[in-house]
């Protein structure tokens, strides 16, 4: 019997992309810097002149799953990083965008092969947001370690 577990270390040749949402950036500014901090700690070259780690803005989380697509499907990434805020208001605006995010970024991680760690966080208020990016815990520290065990385990698997 085979068992087949991730480490997290930042392994020899890992190339992760980080796709981050500029709406909100209150917040993911927050998420992306505890991913960031949880990489380095870990092994990853995070340096502006980094040939790991590479950096994706877009406008907001609906627009996530299009760029995570072709940075997945690039060939270039063994991970892609997801990182955005949605926050509930007065209109089914966040509904659409939660749902669309959601089903868009598992979709490309099926259709490419390469694990997509979902960071987009869902939530009513601005300050359960700003709870989880940082003022209780950095929730992108755990996005960096998910990032990292599914990069190692995706090389561990055979195929």
Same mark, same amino acid.
Not at 56 to 66: D, K, N, T, Y
Not at 119 to 134: F, K, N, S
């Given at each position: ?5 991730? @480490?997290?270390?930042?392994? /020899?040749? =890992?190339? +992760? #992309?980080? *796709?981050?949402?500029? &709406? ?17 700690r870990?092994?990853?070259? @995070?340096?502006a002149?980094? /040939?790991? =780690?590479? +950096? #994706?803005? *877009?406008?907001?989380? &609906? ?5 995570a ?27 659409? *965008?939660?749902a ?10 099926r ?49």
């Amino acid at each position: 019997m085979a068992s087949f577990e991730g @480490t997290f270390t930042g392994a /020899s040749g =890992l190339r +992760i #992309a980080i *796709v981050v949402a500029r &709406f909100n950036d209150l917040v993911t500014g927050k998420l992306l810097s505890g991913c960031l901090d949880c990489l380095g700690r870990h092994g990853i070259d @995070t340096a502006a002149t980094s /040939s790991q =780690l590479d +950096i #994706a803005w *877009v406008p907001g989380s &609906f627009e996530i799953p299009l760029v995570a697509q072709r940075l997945a499907a690039s060939g270039r990434y063994q991970v892609v990083i997801t990182l955005g805020a949605v926050i509930r208001g007065d209109t089914p605006h966040f509904d659409v *965008v939660v749902a669309e995010v959601s089903k868009g970024v598992a979709a490309v991680g099926r259709s490419t092969g390469v694990p997509v760690i979902f960071g987009v966080l869902t939530t009513d208020t601005m300050q359960q947001a700003l709870e989880r990016a940082g003022i209780k815990s950095n929730l992108g520290w755990n996005y960096g370690l998910q990032a990292l065990e599914m990069g190692s385990l995706m090389a561990a698997l055979p195929g």
